[in-house]
């Protein structure tokens, strides 16, 4: 089921994926393919293997190979060796090609050897690294020495590949004029090792099965069970004589009534389900958000039963085809809110909400896009590619949302609410400084941040350095602890403000479990400045551009989540309070 829901995101994206089987005769051609070389400290900064002054192999007669659009969207860019590899064919140490080097040459290598490069292949689909070579400082001063022999080691067992090893060898010192024999050598050799786990190698479980990050799991789900006990047992406690309260003012006279009754949540009864202020954008944010976590949720489940780490791009051209096809939640959600407020624009709200996240995704993608331009980076979107999003956002997310907001205004747009809505609305008191919105807002987000922060550093550890995450069933765990530690904050959070008599429990439940994200944001200024070795205008736009955009996202969709149980909480209480 997940290789057809990938192979149909292949076909909606117009990017036809190889159909090799992984399935060789003896003597048959296996196809080595040079990705990219850039700086070991920041896998980012790629560019294609060919931008340094290499050679290819004699070897030309070979089927052009077509990309996914994930891969693009990655940077990676596969372009023949022309090196000639035959399936459990040795081939002796055979000079490929020379080079003599010239001044330009040379200030390459030495600029790429200075900086530590390191280059990227793939054999059967298995990645293999390499460096370029390597700063001998014995000698005064520093000799730069490039490798120029490969000696490739592979494993098979039966008729597929199974691994793949890589020496490096032959360093001949960088100077002009110098003439370089490029080489290569490959040794087959049987393995036991069975195909479905040739993968096993590049994972890291001793640091993502850490103890760490077992008993951050733990302290998360005991975050959890702590959180939900507090709200069952001091607000439904508090509740209790809450109702007591104002079931023993109903029961004095009218006067004594008045006196009594002059406080707490029941006051705003009049006001609590008014239609917030901005009533589209709003809408549009809470379809969002139930959106981005639906494709969560979705995506994370396919990469636990499918192994995503196993083919290159398949997460994200996953994620993207999710994201289209599960469009109508977006415009159920959205749609029915909008209607229950009283909006009648619906067409300018699913436009709104179909585009929201996709254009500030493209909007900033295409400014980090000018700078990878200008560095001739791999990271640079193709303008094909450029062009496919806009077509799926216009011709698939933007037909199935408006599909979405027709049934939710048919199906969910009518306002059900037990309390009646003052005409007009009551003034809001003065309140201490510990229950104004702004306050509550950035102290809704440090416990869901708590929750999340030890998982975070492993997932920012295996994007922007080299370690394949594969540990999706932690996320997914992850993902719904974090859930229901927001709505519990955001509960609690919305409580206090409603008993001081504010009714804009609305935005402020958004914006309480949406600032989850600033912390999130925070932290990967931190992790940017003291966990990697990044530098320079390309790695900080990259950096801090996309983690704004995973911020973002995370934002909406923790905003809907916190409103999502706070709106049931309300809903609870007032529809339990007898109202006159």
Request: charged content about 15%; hydrophobic content about 45%.
């Amino acid at each position: 089921m997940v290789r057809l829901w990938l192979s149909l995101l292949l076909l909606a994206g117009a990017a036809i994926a190889d159909e090799h089987d992984h399935v060789y005769e003896v003597d048959e051609e296996v196809v080595l393919w040079m990705n990219t070389v850039g700086p070991y400290s920041n896998q980012q900064e790629r560019y294609t293997y060919f931008s340094l002054p290499f050679c290819r192999g004699k070897k030309e007669s070979i089927g052009h190979y077509h990309e996914t659009m994930g891969e693009e969207l990655l940077g990676v860019e596969l372009d023949f060796s022309g090196l000639d590899i035959k399936f459990r064919t040795n081939f002796p140490r055979t000079v490929y090609c020379k080079v003599t080097l010239t001044e330009a040459d040379v200030n390459t290598f030495v600029y790429a050897v200075t900086n530590q490069y390191s280059y990227q292949m793939y054999l059967d689909d298995m990645p293999i690294w390499g460096m370029v070579g390597e700063v001998d400082r014995k000698t005064t001063p520093p000799t730069y020495k490039l490798y120029t022999h490969k000696k490739l080691d592979v494993g098979y067992n039966g008729k597929q590949v199974v691994d793949v090893n890589l020496t490096s060898d032959g360093l001949v010192e960088i100077r002009k004029g110098a003439e370089l024999e490029f080489s290569y050598e490959v040794n087959w050799q049987s393995s036991p090792m069975v195909f479905h786990d040739r993968f096993e190698k590049y994972l890291d479980p001793s640091f993502f099965q850490h103890r760490i990050h077992w008993f951050s799991i733990f302290n998360s789900f005991m975050m959890v069970v702590f959180l939900v006990g507090l709200v069952w047992m001091i607000l439904v406690r508090t509740l209790k004589k809450d109702y007591a309260r104002y079931k023993k003012d109903e029961s004095i006279d009218d006067l004594d009534g008045d006196l009594g009754d002059e406080y707490g949540w029941k006051q705003v009864h009049g006001d609590v389900f008014r239609a917030p202020p901005m009533p589209l954008l709003f809408a549009s944010l809470i379809g969002s958000g139930y959106h981005v976590f639906a494709v969560t949720i979705i995506t994370t489940v396919l990469a636990i039963v499918g192994e995503f780490y196993t083919e290159r791009g398949s997460l994200l051209s996953a994620a993207i085809f999710v994201y289209a096809a599960s469009s109508p939640v977006n415009g159920f959600a959205g749609g029915s809110m909008y209607a229950r407020f009283g909006g009648t624009n619906w067409i300018k709200q699913a436009l709104f909400g179909a585009f929201l996240l996709p254009s500030l995704i493209c909007g900033v993608a295409f400014l980090i896009n000018f700078v990878a331009i200008y560095y001739h980076a791999a990271r640079a979107i193709p303008f094909t590619i450029m062009l496919i999003v806009p077509v799926i956002c216009i011709a698939v997310i933007l037909p199935l949302t408006i599909v979405g907001t027709v049934l939710g205004r048919n199906m969910s747009g009518v306002g059900d609410y037990p309390c009646r809505v003052n005409a007009v609305p009551r003034p809001i008191p003065d309140k201490k400084w510990f229950v104004q919105p702004w306050l509550i807002v950035l102290a809704g987000g440090i416990l869901p941040f708590g929750s999340i922060f030890i998982e975070m550093y492993f997932i920012f550890t295996s994007f922007w350095a080299y370690k394949i995450y594969y540990v999706y069933g932690f996320s997914l765990l992850v993902t719904l602890i974090l859930a229901v530690v927001t709505m519990c904050v955001t509960i609690v959070c919305c409580y206090f403000l409603l008993n001081a008599e504010d009714y804009r429990w609305r935005w402020t439940s958004f914006a309480a479990g949406a600032s989850t994200s600033l912390y999130v944001y925070l932290y990967s200024v931190y992790y940017f400045l003291f966990k990697t070795k990044m530098y320079g205008l390309f790695q900080t736009v990259f950096y801090f551009g996309y983690m704004g955009l995973f911020s973002a996202a995370l934002g909406l969709m923790c905003g809907t989540i916190g409103y999502i149980g706070t709106a049931k909480f309300v809903r609870k209480i007032y529809s339990t309070v007898k109202i006159d």
